[in-house]
């Protein structure tokens, strides 16, 4: 299974980006990752199948939202009141188990990466 990031791009701080995980099959864990400038990659949101459980990461909690299409294989991840600190590549990660994982070791499968800038 392949996963391909896109909707990244420069935003001015309290903006709003989609980013969206089109899955070349079927997926059930999913979520999104991201990894900032000289730092480690870090969890943001993860998403079981059905999209009725969700865990956020407390730094974009009610400001992000994760839902998806499993129809058409695909995540998204709204991101609204953008922050500078917000400003990472962001991956998105797939995962053959049901569930809602923010460990990476959890998922087997891993996009490219977006890069979503926040300016100030």
């Known amino acids: 299974v392949q996963l391909q990031a896109s909707g990244g791009g420069l935003v001015q701080a309290g903006g709003s980006l989609r980013l969206t995980c089109a899955a070349s099959?079927?997926?059930?864990?999913m979520g999104w990752f991201r990894q900032a400038p000289g730092k480690e990659r870090e969890f943001v949101v993860g998403?079981?199948?059905?999209?009725?459980?969700?865990y956020y990461a407390d730094s974009v909690k009610g400001r992000f939202t994760i839902s998806r299409d499993n129809a058409k294989n695909t995540v998204y991840l709204q991101m609204s009141s953008l922050k500078p600190e917000d400003t990472a590549v962001y991956y998105c990660?797939?995962?053959?188990?049901?569930?809602?994982?923010?460990?990476?070791?959890?998922?087997?499968?891993w996009g490219q990466g977006t890069l979503v800038t926040v300016s100030s």
């Open positions: 990660a797939g995962g053959i188990y049901d569930g809602t994982y923010f460990s990476s070791s959890e998922y087997d499968y």
């Open positions: 099959g079927r997926i059930f864990s």
């Open positions: 998403i079981n199948r059905s999209g009725g459980i969700t």
